[in-house]
């Protein structure tokens, strides 16, 4: 699980799928209310970072400035939207 100061770094890398592909700009975390835990992360991703998906982050991994995330690109593509409420 990603610690507090690797959150805060993570917003505004680039994130890769498990084969070291880019899939996009991380945006911002979804925390589970009860417990902190960051469990979603919102993603921009396409040519011009119009769309936004979420990607699950329970293990994630922050290393030399880039998010690692347990999904393949194509996953991502194919992903739900970030909801306009900021919540899930």
Request: hydrophobic share 40%; aromatic share 6%.
């Amino acid at each position: 699980m990603l610690n507090d100061r690797e959150l805060s770094s993570a917003i505004g890398s680039t994130a890769y799928d498990t084969d070291g592909d880019k899939i996009g700009t991380v945006e911002h975390f979804f925390v589970d209310d009860r417990t902190g835990a960051p469990t979603w992360v919102a993603v921009t991703t396409g040519l011009f970072g119009t769309r936004h998906s979420v990607v699950p982050a329970l293990d994630a991994a922050f290393a030399d400035g880039a998010l690692r995330l347990p999904v393949q690109k194509e996953a991502v593509k194919t992903s739900p939207q970030v909801p306009d409420t900021g919540h899930l």
